[in-house]
């Protein structure tokens, strides 16, 4: 009997779910394949559960934890394999990741906060509040001063890192501003800015170190108890303390010859990021990041930050790519693939990667935490394709 393409990869998924069960684990005790109880049934949850389960299985190193949120919260999660491989212990939606890059929609945040209480506006120039940035080379032979907006939007001009080697690239959390200047003098200005789209991780820890200057309360700390602690993210922090240590994710990077090996993002999680901490230090669960992406979503709480604030951004300035596949807007990533357009983040540190992504008109997000770098897994797409599917599963039970 000839099968259509689509049925065939479902049951290809669905044997794949049956064998990563049998090798690696599932964790759904934990984890229940189903919305728990309470929530409303989400069309294609089960093929997203067989889609990330099929994705696992292409090498079964490590774990996988993924989410769907909706404006009800986080209504189904499910995680596969390890989040030791040593000790054989199972993921959970209560392990703890790192999510890299993601970090950048957090500062995002403590600038939108900061607008919305009349602090500083997007084109007030850094060097207003963050004088140090002229250390960087190039910036007096500037026509204009950089201005906040284009530290936000990636259009700057300033590089994806420092240049040199040096004693930046590590340091404690404690220490990331003093680091972060030892930088600048190794940072170079490589277009004008306001030019063009160029990706910085420098830029953003730039643009941290300004807002801590504008709200007279360091970075972290605002973060903390802005952010964090508002929104009820208790298992979220930008270093590895008491309240995640148990539950954390060991992080492997994946060798074609040697396999995973833990050691590069055991050295990074003692040693620290250096200036690394506004653009991508945190660790989180899934469970505590659905309630970030709730936020980005319209449903938050106000005393975070009002909807409108969002609202506005989401539909405001994005800086695109040179081939205009993507943008950048105020901490979040636009993506097009064909007709499926979608915001959010994604993000990678040694032995972890990150994504997540969402529709705000259809009102779904998803969340992919991997605890390993590189092999034959693909969560950013696992991530885009099971969203996508989920946006258009949502569209046509809505015209039944």
Do not use: C
Not at 119 to 130: C, G, H, L
Not at 144 to 160: E, H
Not at 203 to 214: C, F, K, N
Not at 257 to 281: C, H, W, Y
Request: glycine share 12%; aromatic share 8%.
């Amino acid at each position: 009997m000839h099968l259509p393409a689509g049925r065939r990869s479902v049951i290809r998924a669905i044997v794949l779910v049956l064998a990563t069960a049998l090798v690696t684990g599932v964790s759904g005790a934990q984890s229940p394949g189903g919305p728990p109880a309470g929530f409303p049934a989400v069309p294609g949850l089960q093929l997203v559960d067989s889609m990330a389960a099929a994705e696992f299985a292409r090498d079964s190193i490590a774990s996988l934890t993924i989410g769907v949120v909706t404006p009800q919260g986080l209504v189904w999660t499910r995680s596969y394999g390890f989040a030791d491989m040593s000790t054989r212990r199972l993921a959970s939606r209560s392990s703890v990741y790192r999510i890299g890059s993601i970090t950048k929609m957090f500062t995002a945040l403590m600038l939108h906060q900061l607008i919305a209480a009349g602090k500083i506006r997007v084109s007030d120039p850094v060097e207003r509040y963050y004088p140090e940035i002229k250390e960087i080379r190039g910036y007096s032979r500037l026509t204009a001063p950089i201005t906040v907006l284009q530290l936000a939007t990636m259009t700057s001009g300033i590089a994806r890192e420092p240049r040199e080697e040096g004693p930046f690239w590590t340091g404690p959390v404690s220490q990331w501003e003093s680091t972060l200047r030892a930088a600048l003098p190794h940072t170079d200005i490589e277009f004008e800015p306001g030019t063009r789209f160029l990706y910085s991780n420098i830029g953003y820890a730039i643009l941290g170190a300004t807002l801590g200057r504008v709200a007279g309360v360091p970075y972290v700390q605002w973060e903390k108890e802005r952010i964090l602690t508002p929104l009820g993210m208790q298992h979220t922090a930008f270093e590895i303390e008491p309240s995640i240590a148990a539950e954390l994710a060991k992080g492997y990077d994946i060798s074609p010859n040697d396999g995973p090996d833990p050691g590069q993002a055991v050295r990074e999680g003692i040693a620290g990021r250096g200036f690394k901490v506004p653009n991508g230090a945190l660790f989180t669960t899934v469970d505590d990041l659905s309630k970030f992406l709730l936020l980005q979503l319209g449903h938050g709480p106000a005393s975070v930050l009002p909807s409108a604030r969002l609202d506005s951004a989401y539909s405001g300035v994005v800086a695109a790519s040179g081939e205009l596949s993507g943008g950048y807007g105020l901490g979040f990533s636009v993506a097009r693939r064909g007709d499926f357009t979608w915001y959010g983040h994604n993000g990678g540190v040694s032995g972890y990667v990150a994504m997540m992504y969402f529709d705000r008109e259809q009102q779904i997000g998803v969340i992919v935490l991997r605890n390993a770098g590189g092999g034959k897994v693909n969560p950013n797409k696992l991530a885009i394709d099971a969203l996508e599917y989920l946006v258009k599963s949502k569209v046509a039970a809505g015209k039944k």
